[in-house]
Nanobody, 121 residues
Framework: QVQLVESGGGLVQAGGSLRLSCSASGNIFSINAMGWYRQTPGKQRELVATITSSGRSNYADSVKGRFTISGDNVKRMVYLQMSSLKPEDTAVYYC???????????????WGQGTQVTVSS
């Protein structure tokens, strides 16, 4: 049983900062990448940032220069430091772990339950 637990969401004023954390536990064979996605009502879940097991990061254009992702594969932790927050960053943020199925070598995706981030103007 794989479990991802997010923390760190909350209410913040525009221009403020928040740090999200995600801890992964359970039987994960091999982590390829960890990341953060977000979703608002009526919209599809969108990528915010990912980081591969080799440390390569990728960001959505809308958060470049404001958000920083970091991770620790050994501890199975991933973090998202969010600065200069804007009201449009308001969403439920989901932690994601992409790993490899040890039998089929197919891609497996695991998701957390989500944490609400609300940025007031």
């Amino acid at each position: 049983q794989v479990q991802l637990v997010e923390s760190g969401g909350g209410l913040v004023q525009a221009g403020g900062s928040l740090r999200l954390s995600c801890s992964a536990s359970g039987n994960i064979f091999s982590i390829n990448a960890m990341g953060w996605y977000r979703q608002t009502p009526g919209k599809q879940r969108e990528l915010v940032a990912t980081i591969t097991s080799s440390g390569r990061s990728n960001y959505a254009d809308s958060v470049k220069g404001r958000f920083t992702i970091s991770g620790d594969n050994v501890k199975r932790m991933v973090y998202l430091q969010m600065s200069s927050l804007k009201p449009e960053d308001t969403a439920v943020y989901y932690c994601n772990v992409a790993s490899t199925n040890p039998i089929t070598y197919g891609l497996l995706n695991y998701w957390g339950q989500g944490t609400q981030v609300t940025v007031s103007s």
